[in-house]
């Protein structure tokens, strides 16, 4: 059973989100061979962050940041799809390097929920290397930076579908807005909410 007795004295943590082109990181091996003068491809399209304050005991959600970001780089048919965002509408959005100092000034040290973490973490590991922050074989965001809505609700409802979709129909939060298109913000806010009701859950036992 997940453990959340670490966050004792903890009052804020930040829930994430990120769409992305749909294609692949390249990785720290395939970088080095790439020819001279490679310009690496971006993968994040589309950062979403939502504020979890506690107060008396509860969570609940505060402040919100989210930006578009120009990859650089094409986006798979499939991901404008899910998404929505076509090549067109990121013309004049920032590149990662223009928004990561606001970004992390948002997120700050604290801990990170995510659904199916490890998305996140590769992706943001990678803009973070592409942008010379870090090597390509470091990491920017460890594993153990990390919060899953995920394995936290694998752990209360064992063999139940862990889709971010299925997990708040359980949970009885509203994904209505989800229906058409996903989107940075809008997962991140559903997943603000899941955590609180999990993390409620959890204290009731």
């Not at 509860?58 to 929505?84: C, D, F, M, Y």
């Not at 989800?178 to 989107?183: A, I, N, P, Q, Y």
Request: proline share 4%; charged share 30%.
């Amino acid at each position: 059973m997940v453990d959340l007795g670490f966050l004792e004295g903890r009052h804020r943590l930040v829930a994430i989100d990120a769409e992305t082109t749909g294609y692949r990181v390249m990785t720290a091996d395939e970088v080095r061979k790439a020819p001279k003068g490679l310009r690496i491809p971006g993968v994040v399209i589309e950062i979403g962050c939502v504020e979890l304050l506690r107060e008396n005991g509860v969570w609940r959600k505060g402040e919100t940041w989210q930006s578009r970001v120009n990859p650089e780089a094409p986006i798979s048919l499939g991901s404008i799809g899910v998404h929505g965002i076509k090549p067109g509408d990121l013309k004049q959005a920032p590149r990662f390097d223009q928004i990561v100092e606001a970004f992390q000034a948002f997120i700050k040290d604290d801990y990170l929920v995510a659904h199916a973490y490890r998305n996140e973490k590769q992706f943001f590991d990678y803009e973070m290397a592409r942008i010379k922050r870090i090597g390509w074989d470091e990491e920017a965001f460890p594993e153990d930076r990390f919060i899953c809505t995920q394995e936290i609700y694998a752990d209360l409802f064992p063999g139940a579908p862990k889709s971010l979709d299925a997990m708040t129909d359980r949970l009885w939060v509203d994904r209505s807005e989800r229906f058409k298109f996903h989107g940075a913000l809008l997962d991140a806010d559903l997943t603000a909410d899941a955590f609180i009701e999990l993390e409620r859950q959890l204290a009731a036992g």
